[in-house]
């Protein structure tokens, strides 16, 4: 089909930018990129999308999330919050834990469509439900085949609910990644999820690699992001926590090493030799006050940072809003975060999933996959190739997304989810936070 009579964002090596543009797609592949018109003229017989001057950019991609926290959203928690490690203790370990198989699905379904609506055609997640470990990963490919949309999918190891349950998270990964290594779509991928050092003793640790062992896969966690992560590593084991993980070979190009909040520059020196991925979450650092990380230095030293939103929303606009001006008030510098924030999300993130996926994402060029988004944004400024950014940051959102595309299938065309019940997956999740919230 032709997609086109828009405004085409390539997000290309050349920065690309057509006015009166289109694209053409065959399968699930981008073709060929050029002038509506001429498209037109040249392939006659293709099914035409008119999308009415909008906005034609690659899909979102969000590199970090919590599928198993959507029943939170507006939920009353009693217990002490006050520092990072009640946080964990009193909201999301006292949540997790009263999910069943049901509602990992649930809360996927919901996940997946918001992020769809907001114009997420990639996400990559962390999971854990303890009381629902085997199968918990496979209900939620489930809904992510339902509902069309790309994903990667760990399960969250940690020693903190017992060896029996730790055990089962290293199998649940396991099987999962075995699974996904036999699955030819492109659409589904897996990493071996960890909780974070504080959680995961050594014993842990060489179980993990043992049944690692042969796999060449990624291991995804979370890596200082309160300053007790530190402290613990160093008074168990006498090493900072990226050195631990090195020393347990968990670092290389497909790891990603979410939040950092608390590396030293030597910890950042590692994560660059390894080419470990690190993820920024800028809103959960703040909601949660932990700190900044120091995202401009490991930029300008070839790390490969990316930008997540640790579910904090499901709209990775948000996510960039944030990042821009996070950085500015940390350095008391201006000039900071704007570029910086534009290549974690539309030069990192692509990298990151070139790690992952057969085809580029993030990007319409030819060969690419064709994850495409169109937005209605009717400018009361100029917009070029080289301030289309600018307008992303300080003139859209994610509900400014029209239409989503993922594997050359429209999965929302006019704001409708095309391929799930979002009514009925809704009022189900409503009433089901309902239940959950009394047990919390």
């Known amino acids: 089909m032709i997609i086109g009579n828009g405004t085409v964002i390539t997000n290309d090596e050349k920065n690309t930018f057509i006015d009166d543009g289109a694209i053409l797609i065959k399968d699930n592949i981008i073709v060929e990129i050029g002038r509506y018109k001429d498209l037109l003229d040249k392939y006659k017989d293709e099914e035409v999308i008119d999308v009415d001057k909008r906005l034609i950019m690659p899909g979102f991609i969000c590199a970090h999330s919590h599928i198993y926290s959507a029943y939170a959203r507006g939920m009353n928690v009693n217990k002490d919050t006050s520092g990072f490690l009640n946080v964990l203790e009193n909201l999301w370990w006292n949540l997790d834990k009263k999910l069943t198989l049901e509602d990992v699905k649930l809360n996927a379904y919901t996940t997946y469509i918001e992020s769809i609506k907001n114009g997420v055609t990639t996400l990559i997640d962390h999971h854990s439900s ?22 990667s999918l760990c ?159 499901n709209d990775m606009f948000d996510s960039m809003k944030c990042a821009n001006i996070l950085h500015k008030f940390y350095t008391y510098d201006n000039t900071v975060g704007f570029n910086e924030t534009k290549k974690m999300q539309f030069e990192n993130n692509p990298k990151l999933l070139r790690n992952y996926f057969k085809h580029e994402l993030g990007i319409i060029k030819e060969g690419a996959y064709a994850d495409v988004v169109t937005l209605s944004y009717d400018p009361i400024t100029p917009i070029d190739e080289n301030n289309w950014f600018g307008h992303l940051i300080f003139g859209l959102s994610g509900k400014d997304v029209n239409d989503t595309m993922v594997n050359g299938k429209f999965i929302m065309r006019d704001r409708t989810i095309l391929t799930a019940d979002e009514e009925k997956i809704n009022r189900d999740s409503r009433q089901r936070a309902k239940e959950i919230w009394k047990l919390i």
């Open 130 to 151: 303890p009381n629902a470990i085997e199968g918990s990963l496979f209900k939620i490919k489930e809904a992510a085949l339902e509902i069309g949309i790309r994903t």
């Open 155 to 313: 399960y969250e190891v940690s020693d903190r609910d017992g060896a029996q349950k730790r055990d089962l998270g290293i199998k649940e990964n396991i099987d999962f990644i075995k699974d996904c290594q036999n699955d030819n779509s492109d659409m589904i991928k897996a990493l071996f999820g960890l909780h974070a050092s504080f959680t995961l003793s050594d014993d842990t640790l060489y179980k993990v690699k043992e049944a690692t062992d042969g796999l060449e896969i990624g291991f995804h966690i979370h890596v200082a992001e309160g300053i007790q992560d530190q402290f613990d590593s160093l008074e168990k084991y006498e090493k900072r926590v990226v050195q631990r993980l090195f020393d347990f070979d968990m670092l290389n190009e497909k790891s990603i090493a979410v939040h950092c909040v608390h590396v030293n520059p030597l910890e950042m020196e590692i994560l660059k030799e390894t080419k470990t991925n690190v993820v920024h979450n800028p809103q959960s650092n703040m909601n949660n006050a932990v700190g900044c990380p120091n995202v401009l230095s490991m930029l300008d030293m070839g790390m490969n940072v990316g930008l997540g939103t640790d579910a904090y929303t």
